[in-house]
Every structure is written in C-alpha cells, then in structure tokens.
C-alpha cells in the first residue's frame, strides 16, 4: 500500500498515471465539478454550514464552495479562476435578464427547484465577416481580471496541500462560436460558410489567447491541471463529424494547448459533454491530457474507453449525475463509485467527480455518500 499522500502529491501522481495512495476526488474544483447554487444551499444546511454563497460562473449558476465544505467533503482540488473585469459594465437589459462580455443575452428560466439561464439572443447572428472587426470583443487588458491573482495563487500553493486547477476563463471556441451565432446558423456556417466560421474562430482565438496568456504568466508555474472547455457531442454521438471537426475546430483547440504549454507544465483538461469517442484520439493530438467530465450515461464503453486510451489520457469525473446521483440511493451511489474506480482507476490516470455540477434533485446524502465511497474504495491497489 502507498504511503499517504498529500492532496496535490495524489492528484499529480494520478495525472501522470502513477498510482497514488487512494484515487483523488474532486467537488468544486472546477466550474464543471461544483454544485449549483440550490444544491450548495442543500448540502450546507444538512451539514449545519453557515458559509455565505459565492458564484464561480454566473451563467450556470456555479457554486464556489467554501472551504469547510471542501474539507469535510475530501476535495483534493482547489479553482484559480481569472477575475472580473474592473472597466466593464452588464449594458441594461430587461427584469429576468442579462448580458454577458460577450453581449450575448441569457434569459431566466424557472423550474421547480430554482432557475436557470438560457440563451435568449445571438448578437452575430446576423454578421459578416466585416461586421467582426467593429464588434465590441471583451477587453484582454482590463487590469481587473488579474488583480489579486498572483497573490492568491502563491498563498494556495504555498499554504495549502491542495493540488491547483487554472481557469482562464475565456478557454473555447465552438462553444463561443454557436452562442454569438445561435447553434442552428452556426453549423450550417461548419458546410456551408466555413470562411465566416473560421474568421470568427480567429477572433475567439486573439481574445482567448491573450487573456490566457496574463493568466498564465501568473499562475502557471503553481497548477497541477488547466481547463479548456468545448461541448463537442450530443448524448450519443459528436455534434460534428469528425471530418468536419478536424477541418474547423481542432487546429484552435490545437494552438491553444500549444499556447498553454509554452506558460505551464500543467495537464491540459478539457471538459466536453456527450459522447466524444470518435474524437478522442483527434482530442489527444491537438494536446489534450484528460478528459472530463466522462460522461457514462452517454458512452457505451466505459472501460473499453480507459483500456484503448488510459496510457495517453487521464479520466476526470465518471460517477453518474443523470441517473444515480439525483435518483439513487446512498448504496447505489457507493456501487456507482466502486464500479467507475474499477473501470477508470487502475493504474493511475483518474480523478473521481461526479459528471457535471450536482443540480437541486441530488439530496445531500447521496454527495456525502460519493465521497465517502471514493475513500473506501479508491484506496490502491485498486481491487
């Protein structure tokens, strides 16, 4: 049995696919790992927590939890985020609204347990190529996103055990691409305008490149992970044909982990929802190192998956939030928990999360039991 290990000892040792002593868990180290806002406030009050409620991503309504939460909770991962910009101010918009950087507009949504944001406008839906160099594009200089951030990434590192995760914020492009073109016009514009397509990938890559670029110079040298995110894939197949993602998608997602690793030693993870396995191994030669969030519900070989790729990609996440977690009960949680170690976790290269941030119909006994259930059965050698 391998000695214990700090957090960020375990959490390195699986992303390099070593063994660590016990299989690293995750819960609100990523804007892709948290809970929502409701389920936070769940889980606080069983715990009998009094901590305020923070907001890590707006737009999904991501809780940044607190650090007592982390703690009782065994989360091997902390989040450094880029901040909010100091020059710029949400233009107006209607009760039930907002406008982002972007000046894309989100509407909200209510549902039984809360609300969420939906997209409600598509600022370049109508554009041309000319339009984009007149289109008012998030400030990279604004001094607001970096103020505070070396501090707080050296007071992480140096004072805490915890393994760090970068987020740069502005981390995709199809994503990006599809809410400033709306998702229909957007892949037509993949057939039949990839000039306009590619011009506007262009101009999500100059903003993203910069803004990560300060991020990085800052906080590279102290991150175990870096995240990029694009979703690429329905629940049962890719969004795009591969053909079509390697024509106009993966030469950015190509010279953006290029651009990290020029800042950063730090693995490249990037989170797609769906089921991505006919683009994994494009994903693996544009840079990627993990994967997240493993999406089970959606692919149909979970192990078969680590079998093919676990000497060249890491998994991240796995335990299922579509079904087990919101409707399971906590022995069905831990079975859940036990079969994804099984499948993901030997030699090394997984860290346990659930898949995707918990929502409100997830009772805060079923997270305790994920996490309690990481403990018990991650410990290797994996049985």
């Given at each position: 049995?391998?000695?214990?290990?700090?957090?960020?000892?375990?959490?390195?040792?699986?992303?390099?696919?070593?063994?660590?002593?016990?299989?690293?868990?995750?819960?609100?180290?990523?804007?892709?790992?948290?809970?929502?806002?409701?389920?936070?406030?769940?889980?606080?009050?069983?715990?009998?927590?009094?901590?305020?409620?923070?907001?890590?991503?707006?737009?999904?309504?991501?809780?940044?939890?607190?650090?007592?939460?982390?703690?009782?909770?065994?989360?091997?991962?902390?989040?450094?985020?880029?901040?909010?910009?100091?020059?710029?101010?949400?233009?107006?918009?209607?009760?039930?609204?907002?406008?982002?950087?972007?000046?894309?507009?989100?509407?909200?949504?209510?549902?039984?347990?809360?609300?969420?944001?939906?997209?409600?406008?598509?600022?370049?839906?109508?554009?041309?190529?000319?339009?984009?160099?007149?289109?008012?594009?998030?400030?990279?200089?604004?001094?607001?996103?970096y103020?505070?951030?070396?501090?707080?990434?050296?007071?992480?590192?140096?004072?805490?055990?915890?393994?760090?995760?970068?987020?740069?914020?502005?981390?995709?492009?199809?994503?990006?691409?599809?809410?400033?073109r709306?998702?229909?016009?957007?892949?037509?514009?993949?057939?039949?305008?990839?000039?306009?397509?590619?011009?506007?990938?262009?101009?999500?890559?100059?903003?993203?490149?910069?803004?990560?670029?300060?991020?990085?110079?800052?906080?590279?040298?102290?991150?175990?992970?870096?995240?990029?995110?694009?979703?690429?894939?329905?629940?049962?197949?890719?969004?795009?044909?591969?053909?079509?993602?390697?024509?106009?998608?993966?030469?950015?997602h190509?010279?953006?982990?290029?651009?990290?690793?020029?800042?950063?030693?730090?693995?490249?993870?990037?989170?797609?929802?769906?089921?991505?396995t006919l683009?994994?191994?494009?994903?693996?030669?544009?840079?990627?190192?993990?994967?997240?969030?493993?999406?089970?519900?959606?692919?149909?070989?979970?192990a078969?998956?680590?079998?093919?790729?676990?000497?060249?990609?890491?998994f991240?996440?796995?335990?299922?939030?579509?079904?087990?977690?919101?409707?399971?009960?906590?022995?069905?949680?831990?079975?859940?928990?036990?079969?994804?170690?099984?499948?993901?976790g030997?030699?090394?290269?997984?860290?346990?999360?659930?898949?995707?941030?918990?929502?409100?119909?997830?009772?805060?006994?079923?997270?305790?039991?994920?996490?309690?259930?990481?403990?018990?059965f991650?410990?290797?050698?994996?049985?």
């Amino acid at each position: 049995m391998t000695a214990q290990m700090t957090p960020r000892e375990r959490v390195m040792a699986a992303l390099h696919h070593e063994e660590p002593d016990r299989v690293p868990f995750d819960l609100g180290g990523t804007g892709t790992t948290s809970l929502v806002v409701e389920t936070y406030e769940y889980l606080k009050a069983y715990e009998g927590i009094s901590a305020p409620t923070e907001i890590m991503f707006k737009a999904f309504r991501v809780a940044r939890l607190d650090e007592e939460t982390m703690r009782r909770l065994d989360s091997d991962l902390r989040p450094v985020i880029v901040k909010p910009p100091k020059n710029w101010t949400p233009p107006p918009s209607e009760p039930g609204a907002f406008i982002d950087e972007f000046g894309i507009k989100w509407r909200q949504v209510t549902y039984s347990r809360g609300h969420y944001w939906e997209l409600a406008s598509h600022p370049l839906a109508h554009a041309t190529i000319s339009d984009l160099d007149a289109y008012p594009w998030p400030d990279v200089d604004d001094p607001g996103r970096y103020a505070g951030l070396a501090e707080e990434v050296r007071d992480l590192f140096q004072n805490t055990p915890y393994a760090l995760v970068g987020d740069s914020g502005f981390k995709g492009f199809w994503e990006p691409a599809f809410m400033l073109r709306g998702l229909t016009q957007a892949l037509m514009d993949l057939i039949q305008d990839p000039e306009f397509m590619h011009a506007l990938l262009e101009k999500l890559f100059e903003v993203n490149a910069a803004i990560t670029k300060r991020f990085l110079e800052i906080t590279g040298p102290y991150l175990a992970a870096m995240r990029i995110v694009d979703d690429l894939a329905t629940q049962t197949a890719p969004i795009m044909s591969p053909t079509t993602y390697r024509a106009m998608i993966k030469p950015y997602h190509k010279r953006f982990c290029e651009l990290i690793r020029e800042y950063t030693e730090a693995v490249i993870v990037l989170h797609s929802c769906g089921n991505i396995t006919l683009l994994v191994d494009d994903l693996i030669d544009a840079g990627v190192q993990a994967l997240n969030p493993v999406q089970v519900s959606a692919i149909p070989d979970v192990a078969g998956l680590k079998a093919k790729y676990g000497d060249r990609l890491s998994f991240w996440g796995g335990i299922d939030s579509q079904h087990v977690l919101p409707h399971g009960t906590p022995e069905e949680v831990r079975e859940e928990v036990r079969l994804r170690i099984h499948q993901l976790g030997k030699g090394g290269g997984y860290i346990a999360a659930a898949v995707h941030n918990i929502q409100p119909d997830v009772p805060p006994r079923n997270i305790i039991a994920m996490s309690e259930a990481v403990r018990e059965f991650g410990v290797y050698p994996i049985r």
